[in-house]
């Protein structure tokens, strides 16, 4: 093996060692890909390998800029510099990366429809389309920001968020760096002797705006993480630092091939180490990419830097990594890392579970196959040959859009046919149908302890459910109109994940001296449609304080939420409204997904009775519907569906969590179940005549709520003329609440 010295040609020793083939470089791609793979896979010590993709992108901003500079400064005149610097380099690009992509996307739109069901295929081929663009990263960070959309199967296609940010850095990064070679000439520090723009004094400038950029880009990372990781984690200027660490490390690669190997061997294992302690103590709890990133980035950056010295002792990670069985996975981690992930998630959903680690690894295993097969046949042959000029490579892109979107249209007027199919128009009410009287007739006071009955319809679909009977048809909302059956309330009245305030609307009977306040998540919001029926009945103005997925587990915390927290309950006492309902998601769920004890929630709906009570005249607390296990959309379209798989039972733990909030609430208002609504004898059917009773696994749908709406006034009538939902003090009008300094607007946001 050559010196470092010789390596790269050039007047300047060394200067192009980014632009040569290193073998440990090859093998720390294995390393990142695996620890990927394996992470996705549910290997129980690496659930940190996701920084796998941080390793690849230090990788992609030490290459890409030695290639560009390298480019840059070979180039003689401005067409030679266009040539060799835009032409060249995105050819290559578009070789290296489309063709196995592309592949990829239409062979996953393929699978997925033929293994899942419409509404899902349907979703990956909108993903495809977004990937194919390469702006995968923002459309994965909308629906990850989209609290309704939490809790959904992920996407076989969702690891295109990374390929969708190197390519946007593709993208920019070469025009700021012409932008910055420009400029450096006008100052002078090119090489005059040769002609070409890159002297010494031009790599220093172009590693000072490299660390500049690059440390924006980590300060911005830092913040954005702390206040809405979701966004961050598939941002593009939130990942940038970590693509400017390698390029700051190829603009030095002289200075780090001169230091001796005994002090490179030791910075390489502590790179490695760095990775490997990421990859283990790490979670999906660990805030990223904030200062956590750190610790993958500056690893795979030492690592990079320790086999610049090609002088290295057999013990050294650079020989280690050199490797045969290293090098030939890093030679196919890319379609490796492209088609472990649809593998292991078109199966998973295909077959409606969870995956054991066994199956996940058989998996794996046939994934890799596969890419060998496609690195021999497809991805191999295209990037080397040599018949396929730069003007021909370039169009690789516009080809690949147009195959991807011929793919999905083909399958899109399917899904629109059947949507059209499942479309039903609406008619009355099946419970109202059959319980209004029953109902809404009676007006005896509830006492201490009362639950509503069980309409006559959740009991006859209950008994449907225990005769394993077939669904009802029509479904109404359609299970393909599901994601979409929410209600929806007037523009911006219920609070994004993201924000500390939220806009104050004014609905129901909006003339009225009386004020009802509504105050939670998107639990309450799903309650619109009753409290509104029931504000009007009552002549209530209605004010409407939410936030999604501010729970009731992280009210007063030091979170965003928290913060909103404290302004919701400045404002609802501001308001002094004649009766305040509040309700949310009260189950405990921490961030990766496991449900926690209730202590926090019952404690924190406590404090605020106790926070609300002399401000409120009425307080009364509804009730959270039982969770579901399973998405009703899956259930519902699946070949096997019938009433009692496409059921529920109640569980102990959820309705311990109903009898400690009830008992939370007796210190300052009254309880209303609304369980007997939605499960009966403990079992919690999906459609109840011939309504779909939740639209996720948490929310009830907007039909199902307007259905539920005579029980629901019926029931508030009786628990309002219980002497204890009274408090000794007068109702208080919006006007006096006005002068009194609350913060109340229609539609406005309070930022």
């Known amino acids: 093996m050559r010196r470092a010295s010789s390596e790269g040609g050039g007047t300047q020793s060394g200067k192009y060692l980014a632009t040569r083939r290193r073998r440990d470089i090859q093998g720390l791609r294995a390393v990142a890909v695996l620890l990927v793979a394996l992470n996705h896979a549910g290997v129980g010590f690496l659930k940190g390998g996701y920084v796998g993709v941080d390793v690849f992108f230090v990788l992609s901003g030490y290459l890409i800029t030695g290639l560009l500079v390298s480019a840059a400064d070979k180039a003689r005149g401005r067409r030679d510099f266009s040539r060799k610097y835009f032409s060249e380099f995105y050819a290559r690009r578009a070789r290296r990366i ?14 997925a429809s033929g293994l899942l069901n419409v509404e899902r295929a349907h979703q990956v081929l909108v993903d495809s389309i977004y990937s194919t663009f390469f702006v995968a990263n923002f459309h994965f ?8 959309d939490i809790g959904q199967p992920p996407s076989p296609l969702q690891h295109f968020w990374s390929l969708s940010v190197e390519e946007q850095f593709y993208l920019v990064w070469p025009l700021l760096l012409v932008i910055a070679l420009l400029g450096i000439t ?9 002609n070409r723009p890159l002297s010494r004094g031009a790599f220093r400038a172009l590693g000072g705006i490299a660390v500049v950029i690059t440390v924006a880009s980590l300060v911005y990372a830092v913040y954005d993480t702390h206040h809405s990781s979701t966004a961050a984690y598939f941002s593009s200027p939130a990942r940038a630092w970590e693509l400017g660490l390698g390029a700051i490390l190829s603009l030095n690669v002289r200075r780090f091939a001169r230091l001796p190997s005994a002090l490179l061997m030791p910075i390489g294992w502590l790179g490695v180490a760095a990775i490997l302690v990421a990859s283990t103590l790490y979670s999906a709890s660990t805030l990223f990419p904030g200062l956590p990133a750190l610790l993958p980035a500056i690893g795979a950056a030492a ?8 002088d290295q002792s057999p013990s050294a990670p650079s020989r280690i990594l050199s490797l045969r069985p290293f090098r030939y996975v890093g ?44 690195y021999a046949l497809f991805e191999n042959p295209i990037r080397q040959t040599a018949k396929v000029p730069g003007p ?11 195959t991807v979107l011929l793919v999905s249209s083909i399958h899109w007027s399917d899904y629109q046919d059947a949507l059209n199919f499942a479309y039903v128009p609406a008619h009355r009410p099946e419970i109202l149908k059959e319980s209004e009287a029953s109902f809404v007739a009676s007006t005896e006071p509830a006492h201490p302890g009362w639950r509503p009955s069980s309409p006559p319809a959740l009991v006859e679909a209950v008994a449907a459910v225990r005769s394993s009977r077939r669904l009802p048809s029509p479904l109404i909302p359609s299970a393909l109109e599901l994601p979409s059956s929410e209600y929806t309330p007037p523009g911006g009245c219920l609070g994004e994940l993201v924000g500390t305030h939220s806009s104050i609307c004014s609905l129901g009977d909006t003339s009225s001296r009386k004020s009802l306040v509504v105050f939670g998540d998107s639990h309450a919001n799903m309650w619109m449609p009753a409290i509104l029926s029931f504000a009007q009945r009552e002549k209530y103005d209605v004010r409407a304080i939410m936030k999604s997925g501010c729970t009731a587990n992280q009210w007063g915390g030091k979170t965003e939420c928290g913060t909103w927290y404290k302004w919701g309950v400045s404002q609802a006492r501001g308001l002094h409204p004649s009766l305040l309902i509040v309700t949310a998601s009260y189950n405990a769920v921490d961030s990766e997904g496991v ?9 924190n709906l406590s404090k605020f009775g106790a926070a609300v009570r002399s401000s409120a005249h009425r307080i009364v607390v509804i009730g959270d519907p039982p969770k579901q296990g399973q998405e009703p959309t899956d259930c519902l379209l699946s070949s096997q569906a019938t009433m009692k798989r496409c059921s529920e039972s109640e569980g102990s733990g959820q309705a311990r969590i109903t009898a400690g909030v009830e008992s939370a609430t007796k210190a300052f208002g009254v309880f209303l179940d609304t369980t007997p609504w939605l499960c009966y004898q403990g079992v919690c059917p999906m459609v109840v005549g011939h309504t779909v009773v939740k639209l996720n696994q948490g929310h009830i749908t907007a039909r199902y709520a307007e259905e539920l709406e005579p029980l629901f006034t019926s029931a508030l009538r009786r628990l309002l003329a219980l002497g204890g939902a009274a408090r000794p003090r007068r109702a ?12 109340v607007s229609g539609h406005t946001h309070f930022r």
């Not at 100052?187 to 040769?194: E, F, L, S």
């Not at 021909?392 to 147009?402: D, E, G, H, K, S």
């Open 392 to 402: 021909v490579a370039l169009a690789f892109w516009p080809t690949a859009i147009i």
């Open 186 to 194: 006008l100052r002078g520090h090119h090489d005059d002797q040769r």
């Open 595 to 603: 449900e926690s004890e209730e202590p926090t929630v019952i404690e």
């Open 141 to 148: 960070a909308s629906i990850g920001t989209n609290y309704f």
């Open 98 to 111: 489309l063709p196995a992509a592309t592949l990829t996307l239409v062979v996953t739109d393929l699978a």
């Open 331 to 374: 030679d196919r981690s890319y379609t490796f890392y492209l088609w472990h992930w649809p593998v292991l998630v078109l199966v998973a959903e295909h077959v409606g579970h969870s995956l054991s680690l066994t199956t996940n690894l058989l998996l794996l295993a046939g994934a890799f196959v596969l890419s060998i097969v496609t």
């Open 303 to 310: 690592v990079i830097a320790a086999g610049l010295n090609v």
């Open 732 to 743: 208080v009008t919006v006007s006096h609440a006005l002068r009194s300094g609350a913060s």
